[in-house]
């Protein structure tokens, strides 16, 4: 037994000091086997598993899955839920009507083999170290350390048991990682990982200045994910998805064409059967909020820029998430944005709508958005959506 106040110490020794890549090999490894690591072996197609740093209106995870899985490979997920300004996958998938985030491990199994796809609640025997270190972590300002990060994310990825991972680790303001150089740091950290524990891993390293799609909000963004399922959906997260799909089949040694699978319907059926294994309506209409308030441009100009973190905080205090585990996300509150970087506005078109239960949240969210969306004669900064792969 470890003292908390000894880890602790250790943890800003790490911070001060990193680690070598051999020392955080055996610090991942060690983190691993405190709990299990699943077994896929008795799938009969090669399992693949992606994870994302996390962003504003990152939904990609949601159309990415049953992509995937209509390509071939067989796509576990094991998600958490969001914390602070960025969406988690579980929140969202809860506001479809009867669904379920907790699969028990044969189910599990179960639905990889006949789905191809699941998306669930990481049991808390996968890691369990990594809980107890991130609340220590989270108390001793430790939790930015790169190598922390690093194995904190690898050893519940490892432990989960696929063969294949890809990596979107996020540059930006709306990133938890900000700075690009970091970012990059990071994958490489993290495909490095992977690769020493036998699972094939690689990293696209993705722009996080401008939120994701049109929407930041739990339904709001299943709406979205569905719309790019039917094969309609905004461009960049469009784009986002067949370029992970491209690289989880690949990893997965899968020859298959992800961006036809869409177009066909074929993701559709998949992303159907996978809401249904888990109890979910797949008919289902998402909740609209009660109160929706807007935000009008107040020029006619060109947006030279959508600030991810303001438009994520914006959303967050309207209630589409939470800033303790324990607290309830609302299933309808969230942003949703009409204009992105480059188009151009008229006097009194709607920029923003908010969307909440409780109207007496809406003026904080406003606060929060000013200064958003700015104009110009130029974006500013621009950077493509996918800067780099690693690995
Ligand atoms: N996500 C994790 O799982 N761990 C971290 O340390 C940071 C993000």
Redo the contacts with the bound molecule.
Sequence with gaps: MIADEQASALLMAILFRGLNPRELGTWTRAMINTGIRMDLSSVDRPTVDKHS??GVGDKITLPLCPLVAACGPAVSQLS?RGLGHTGGTLDKMESIPGWRANVAEAEYIEQLKTVGAVMCAAGADLAPA?RKM?SL?DVTAT?EAIP??AS??MA?KIAGGADALVLDVKFGSGA?VPEIERGRELAEIMVGLGEAAGVRTAALLTNMNTPLGRTAGNGLEVTESVEVLEGGGPADVVELTIALAEVMCELAGVDADPGKKLRDGSAMDSWRLMVAAQGGDPNAVMRRAPHVETVTAGESAMLSSLDARKVGEAAWRLGAGRSRKEDAVSEAAGVVWHAVPGDTVEAGQVLFELHADDPQRIPDALEALEGAAEFGDSVVGELPLILERIG
């Design positions: 740093t996390g958490g990594d991130y972590r939790v922390l990060i904190s994310i519940k938890f």
